[in-house]
């Protein structure tokens, strides 16, 4: 069940999407993107976003936090990176250009690990979400915003029914809420601190852990 996607299927779905990412999915996300960042712009401190994009969310972090953003798209990283210049963003340390499994930063680094829209787009969302926690300081906060599929009743039949078309576009619609908690249950080093549900319709959850 965990690697139901690839990662270079994932990287070229979003190339593609890159041109038009933030016309199709800008507004839509748009309320999970500033809750995760209201509440990164209180840790402070040093913040990594994974799954960064085209930099939309960059120029909301407080300018008093040290920014580091990676994505598996180099086309999306190349828009972020042009936003990042045009609007002379100098809290953004790096973009790179970054598996979300294997991130080349340094053991329990950040204070805050930001994932908006990321879990359901990884080849194997478990391990990926290890490597978020070993990175955070003991004390740190990991912020999803992500779509938790349904348990049952005819959004889960949509989802299900829509799934293997959806892989092809770079993401998983029926992701569970059980995944979460077993994962969590199995790492035994995070305590979920809130689970929120989003607009539009509760499709989204805003979800806290924090590393113990």
């Known amino acids: ?3 139901d996607i690839d990662r270079a299927g ?3 779905a979003y190339g593609l999407w890159a041109p038009v990412y933030d016309l199709v999915f800008g507004k839509v996300f748009d309320p999970g993107r500033q809750s995760t960042i209201e509440i990164a712009n209180a840790i402070g401190g040093h913040i990594l976003d994974v799954g960064v994009g085209t930099g939309l969310s960059l120029s909301d ?3 008093t936090t040290k920014l580091y953003g990676v994505d598996l798209s180099e086309p999306m990283l190349r828009k972020a990176q042009q936003r990042v210049r045009s609007l002379n963003l100098a809290n953004v340390e790096t973009l790179a250009v970054m598996d979300a499994r294997n991130l080349a930063f340094p053991d329990a680094f950040f204070d805050a690990v930001v994932a908006q829209f990321v879990i359901t787009a990884v080849p194997d969302p ?3 979400l290890d490597d978020f926690v070993r990175v955070l300081k003991p004390g740190g ?3 999803l915003v992500n779509h938790i599929g349904a348990d049952g009743g ?3 039949v949509f989802e299900l ?5 959806a892989r092809r576009l770079g993401w998983r619609p029926e992701f569970p809420w059980a995944r979460l908690v077993n994962w969590a249950a199995k790492h035994g080093g ?7 549900l989003m607009r539009p319709l509760g499709h989204f959850s805003l979800i806290r852990y924090r590393k113990s």
């Open 190 to 196: 995070v305590t979920l601190s809130e689970r929120r």
């Open 61 to 63: 972090y407080a300018s």
């Open 126 to 128: 478990e391990a990926t």
């Open 161 to 165: 029914a829509f799934a293997p078309l």
């Open 1 to 3: 069940m965990g690697n």
């Open 10 to 12: 994932v990287a070229r």
């Open 154 to 156: 005819p959004r889960r």
């Open 141 to 143: 906060e990991l912020i």
